[in-house]
């Protein structure tokens, strides 16, 4: 199975910024969509940006601009760059791949795999994010 490995986390002020990396092994990004989700202390787990096999991005609507999901698929490696950076967005942040849904985007596709009993990609350990006022 693959293993991907978060990094790149950490506390920041708001409006700071923050640039995730995940490293993927095991496998290939070539053949999937991959993307990004955030989960804080009993809340749901959202969506946050994903990336389909043709390279068309999505974003969760809080990402509102401030976030861009990019891969190196030579380096086997999904970055996300976080700016402008609100306190709300405090959540431990996870890489995931997953199967691509025809005629779905990435993100469509991501939020409903992490909620499925047993999902049909996998994910990091994830990376914790902390925005401060």
């Known amino acids: 199975r693959v293993r991907l490995v978060e990094s790149g986390g950490g506390s920041v002020q708001a409006g700071g910024s923050l640039r995730l990396s995940c490293v993927a092994s095991g496998n290939s990004y070539g053949s999937g969509c991959m993307g990004w989700f955030r989960q804080a202390p009993g809340k749901p787990r959202e969506g946050v940006a994903g990336?389909?096999?043709?390279?068309?991005?999505s974003y969760g609507g809080f990402v509102e601009g401030r976030f861009v999901i990019s891969q190196d698929n030579d380096k086997n490696i999904l970055y996300l760059q976080m700016n402008s950076l609100r306190p709300e967005d405090t959540a431990k942040y996870y890489c995931a791949q997953l199967p691509c849904v025809s005629g779905v985007s990435a993100l469509e596709a991501l939020v409903e795999d992490v909620h499925r009993t047993i999902p049909y990609g996998w994910w990091g350990q994830g990376t914790q994010v902390t925005v401060s006022s």
């Open positions: 990336i389909d096999s043709g390279g068309s991005t």
